[in-house]
C-alpha cells in the first residue's frame, strides 16, 4: 500500500488507476529504450532486401519471446514510471524532458523523430494532439487538481512541426471551476516562433468513476 498522495487524497477511490510510483530500474532499461526508438524510426525509414527484413523479422520474434513471459499489469512496469528517462521511460510518447513543474506551468522540451512523421518530414498532425493530453495531465497533477480525464482537446496548428529539433513545450491551467480545469499549452521552436497551441478540458473524477 504507498502513501497518500497529498494532491490527490482520494486518489484510490476514482476508478481503481494504479498507484504510479517512481520505478527504478537498471540500466539495460534505458539502453533497451534508446534501441527501440531507433528501431521504430528505421521501421518507418528503412528500405532494404526481402532476406533483410525476414531477418529483421526473426529477431524481432525472438524479442516478442523473450519480454512476453514478463508482461505484468499496468503500473508494475517501469514504462512512463522513470522520469528521468526520455519520455518517462514510455515509448508511447515522443522523448521529452521535463524542465518546470510547479503550480504555474509545466514546460518541458521534445524532440520528434522520423517514427513521427506525417509526411514531407513534418509531424504528423495526430501526434501533436497526444503530446498535448499528456502534458494536461501532468499539469492537474502539478497544480494540485485532482486526478482527472480529458473533456475537449482542441488544437490549432500554426506552422509545420520539424522533426529532431529540440522544441519547447508549455502548459499551464487557465481557470478552475469546480470540477472542470480549463488548460492551455503552446509548443515553440527554438526560435521561439508558435508551432501549434491548444485548449482542453480537464474534468475531475467522482469517486468510484473510471
Known amino acids: 500500500m504507498t502513501e497518500a498522495d497529498p494532491h490527490d487524497p482520494d486518489h484510490h477511490r476514482h476508478g481503481g488507476f494504479p498507484d504510479f510510483e517512481r520505478a527504478t530500474p537498471g540500466p539495460g532499461f534505458g539502453r533497451f529504450l534508446a534501441a527501440m526508438r531507433r528501431a521504430q524510426d528505421l521501421a518507418v525509414s528503412a528500405d532494404p532486401d526481402d532476406e533483410t527484413w525476414d531477418r529483421a523479422a526473426g529477431l524481432t520474434e525472438q524479442l516478442v519471446d523473450l519480454l512476453a513471459p514478463f508482461e505484468a499489469a499496468e503500473g508494475v512496469g517501469p514504462a512512463n514510471r522513470v522520469p528521468d528517462l526520455p519520455g518517462a521511460g514510455s515509448l508511447l510518447m515522443p522523448p521529452y524532458r521535463v524542465h518546470q513543474f510547479d503550480a504555474e506551468a509545466v514546460e518541458l522540451t521534445v524532440t520528434f523523430s522520423r517514427y513521427h512523421v506525417g509526411g514531407n518530414y513534418a509531424v504528423h498532425g495526430g501526434v501533436l494532439p497526444l ?80
Open 131 to 210: 503530446m498535448f493530453d499528456s502534458t494536461f495531465g501532468m499539469v492537474i497533477h502539478a497544480t494540485g487538481r485532482p486526478i482527472s480525464r480529458t473533456g475537449f482537446l482542441h488544437v490549432d496548428y500554426r506552422k509545420i512541426t520539424p522533426i529532431d529539433v529540440e522544441l519547447t513545450l508549455r502548459a499551464w491551467v487557465r481557470e478552475t471551476q469546480g470540477r472542470k480545469s480549463f488548460v492551455n499549452a503552446e509548443l515553440r521552436d527554438p526560435q521561439g516562433t508558435l508551432l501549434a497551441e491548444a485548449n482542453g478540458l480537464m474534468i475531475q473524477l467522482l469517486p468510484g468513476q473510471p
